[in-house]
């Protein structure tokens, strides 16, 4: 199947972290990216990890890959009122296909 | 900057008015994509290009269509806009091999 799920909504407050959560149900996915989409904007790639890797530290983000559960998350630490956006994780089947499937976006609200 | 551009930004038509929104790209990248995203939903991918290779998605309306002149250039022509057709509408673009996907801003299409 092809389902990437995640929870809709995050409220957290400004200087905490927030984790981000994804499941998805292709054992094949070569890559797993986190993209941001602030309102009214296209997508911004944050980062993204290869199937092979369980961690990927890049600055205020971290993606945990489990890939036993199927389960990807995305840390973010000491969250800023800048990061409010909604947040799609996505996985790419295998090189070549050209092909996203999308998570169902979580919207991250920080409060001041 | 290299990059991926949409005009216009926003579009307003007539319900059955044909409408024609525009992607351009200085990536210089072998593939080009176009998603429909509706609000709060995740994008939709409705087809995309391999150099001059069309790759339709079986759910694809046939009201929908595309044409790349060339490598910097995608044009995603709405036949007959149906209400059912105001979205936000996302191009893509990557270079071959690779599935990183590089995001323009969208266009808002609105139709009256």
């Known amino acids: 199947g092809e389902d990437v799920e995640q929870s809709l909504f995050l409220s957290v407050r400004e200087g905490d972290s927030s984790v981000i959560n994804c499941t998805y149900t292709?054992?094949?996915?070569?890559?797993l990216y986190w993209y941001k989409q602030e309102p009214g904007a296209g997508l911004q790639l944050l980062t993204y990890?290869?199937?092979?890797?369980d961690m990927k530290q890049d600055q205020r983000l971290t993606v945990l890959l489990n890939k036993k559960d199927k389960h990807l998350s995305l840390r973010i630490a000491d969250t800023q009122t800048g990061d409010s956006a909604i947040y799609f994780c996505a996985e790419s089947i295998k090189p070549g296909t050209y092909k996203y499937i999308f998570g169902t976006g979580t919207r991250l609200k920080v409060l001041a | 900057d290299a990059m991926v551009i949409q005009n216009p930004r926003y579009q307003v038509t007539q319900f059955g008015k044909p409408v024609t929104l525009s992607c351009s790209q200085t990536l210089n990248h072998n593939v080009m994509y176009w998603y429909q995203q509706k609000s709060s939903q995740a994008p939709k991918l409705l087809f995309h290009?391999?150099?001059?290779?069309?790759?339709n998605e079986a759910d694809t309306p046939d009201n929908f269509q595309s044409r790349r002149p060339n490598t910097s250039f995608c044009f995603l022509d709405i036949r007959s806009p149906g209400l059912g057709d105001a979205a936000m509408y996302l191009c893509?673009?990557?270079?071959?091999?690779?599935?990183?996907?590089?995001f323009g801003p969208g266009t808002r299409l609105t139709v009256l």
């Open positions: 893509a673009t990557s270079r071959a091999h690779y599935n990183e996907q590089f």
């Open positions: 292709d054992s094949s996915s070569t890559y």
């Open positions: 290009y391999y150099d001059k290779d069309f790759n």
């Open positions: 990890i290869f199937s092979n890797m």
